[in-house]
């Protein structure tokens, strides 16, 4: 068989009519986890059973990964993680499933949702797929499998259902008019279909009825025009860690640890425009209920790990910064008053004055800036933010401390474990080498830990640095105008630009397009998807990033490319915005995406 998505050639067996007929639709919804977990927990209590915890390379699969293994390792649930950084890795994965006859269960962490699994993977008896993943639209044939569990949210599912509904009422419409119809037929026509009908059934073997095969596939198609439904082009649903700290809380295992653990997701989908602020804030206002269960506001000693519910400036690592960097390299006060040209960086000196900042005391450590300072500056902020145009200058957010350690904002944790997880602590990583992957991943992975201090500050300077290369590159950008408007969306071929091999990693390269939407939009013009093709030379390959802050229609093109015309993908990721496409194929794909959305607006 073929995944039509992505053009991904799997052998697979073919389904009986009895197996078609099991078919089902298939969510977990919150009230659910728990029993899904205890029949988990008892396939390994007697029958002996594994799992086996797939996770995608992103700082919210990271969290949702941790907090399974938290709860794993209460119950002495034995499992194996491994990291998939794309399609083509959970191919390779799919060994595992027929050869260990001790795995009965696969969590699917942040991958799978958007793709048909039955095409990926040889589902064999008695093996469960449970699918916790964020990126939107819900793939409909997952949602028919048996062996298949998606998690999803009761508002997720709520929406879906009124969508579906509306559906079924426009098509009980529209069926009321085809029998008017069809009322007109002869008998002659009707002895016509009855024989078509016995003749179907016949050819195909199939001891359904057609009404009831006709059906089935309304029903699949009814589903299908809700995931294409305008009102659910939407691109992520809640973080992962977010469901399963759900879970945790259900089994009443619920800690300090998984509480942040899920905090660091729900910031890491904040941080990287997954979520808009209306809906973060909700959530936030939910965690805010759960920190005073697990931390003593009034405790004079120093606990292991406390949280703190707290305000974050929109500065880029500024406790482990100064004040001038931090503001500097931020997207929010970079776009606003472009400091990449020198009239920008005037601009700021001038903000700074405002607020009572000398560019000396702008200069020193901020931890090391006084109560008194750090207070006038909050004052004079609230004073001048809005003439600036720095709406939203403050967020609610969270503050970790461990012990008399220095604090860390969930901001913080998510810098860090991303440059750890996209960079490393070595000066040559080469992510093409697996092993050098799998090191990046398990220093992200342990960064986490309670006490790992070492690996924090390796990543702290490593997300300092990156940030520095993202907006010396932006800036390179955006002073030569290499951004070109073709019809419908702008585009940029990036060939030698600055720090050019750093962004041949996806998730330099989303952070580098996240900074360039800001300045497009607080520049105000026009709202246009925005596509960046970055040249790695070695491998003879683009690494392609779309971007398209109104709906997912754009990104979507991106999957249907290689089917339509002859273009050579050679990576698919989970993040449908990305690809990674033949050198010789860029010119033709780019032509595509031109076409396509230009048959879309006519």
Known sequence: GINAEYGIVKKKKSKTAKQQSQNKMVVILKHQFKEIYNNIKNNAKY?????L????????????????AELFKIDLIPFNINLVGGYEDLLKVNDDFTQNSQLSSVFLINCGAVADLSQLFELKEGLSIYVVDSHRPLHTTNLEQRQIYTFISDEEFTFLQNQQNETTDSNRDSDLQNESSESTFSNSNENTQNSSRRRKVDINNNYQSVDSSSSQNSNTKNINRIQSNKKLEICYAAPSSSLLYCLA?????????????????????????????????????????????????????????????????????LRHWNLYESMLHSAYIASRFSTWKLSGKKRLNEFLAKIGVSLRQSQESFSAMGYETKLQLHRKLLEWCIKYNLKDVWYPSFVKQEGYSRSESAADTVYYVSALLEYGVSDAID?????????????????????????????????????????????????????????????????????????????????????????????????????????????????????????????????QAPLLVN?????HFFDSSIVEVAK?????????????????IK
């Not at 915890?53 to 399974?68: G, N, T």
């Not at 653990?261 to 808009?276: P, S, V």
């Not at 398209?548 to 093109?557: A, C, G």
């Open 431 to 559: 992510l093409k080498d697996k092993t050098k992957w799998d090191a990046n991943f398990w220093d992200a992975y342990d960064s986490l830990e309670i006490g790992k201090s070492e690996l924090r500050d390796k990543g702290i300077i490593r997300s300092k640095q990156l940030q520095k290369a993202i907006v010396e590159s932006a800036s390179w950008i955006l002073e030569k105008k290499i951004l070109i408007r073709l019809g419908s969306f702008r585009y940029a071929f990036l060939r030698d630009i600055p720090n050019l091999q750093l962004f041949t990693k996806p998730l330099i390269l989303i952070k580098l397009i996240q900074f360039l939407d800001e300045v497009i939009k607080e520049s105000g013009k026009s709202s246009k998807p925005l596509l960046l093709c970055v040249l790695n030379e070695h491998e003879g390959t683009f690494l392609i990033i779309g971007s398209d802050k109104r709906n997912s229609k754009f990104t979507e093109l991106f999957k």
């Open 47 to 51: 029958l002996g059973r594994s799992v």
């Open 567 to 571: 273009i050579r993908v050679l990576k």
């Open 249 to 317: 809380n259900q089994l009443s295992r619920e800690s300090n640890k998984i509480l942040w653990f899920a905090i660091i997701g729900l910031t890491d989908q904040w941080i990287h425009g997954k979520m808009n602020l209306e809906k973060y804030a909700q959530e936030v206002d939910f965690y805010k209920t759960q920190v005073p269960r697990f931390n003593d506001s009034n405790s004079t000693e120093p606990a292991d790990l406390t949280i703190v519910i707290s305000d974050e400036y929109r500065f880029m690592m």
């Open 584 to 600: 010789d194929d860029v010119a033709k794909f780019i032509e595509f995406l031109h076409t396509k959305l230009n048959q879309q």
């Open 53 to 68: 915890i797939l996770v995608a390379p992103d700082c919210d699969s990271i969290c949702a990964c941790r907090i399974l």
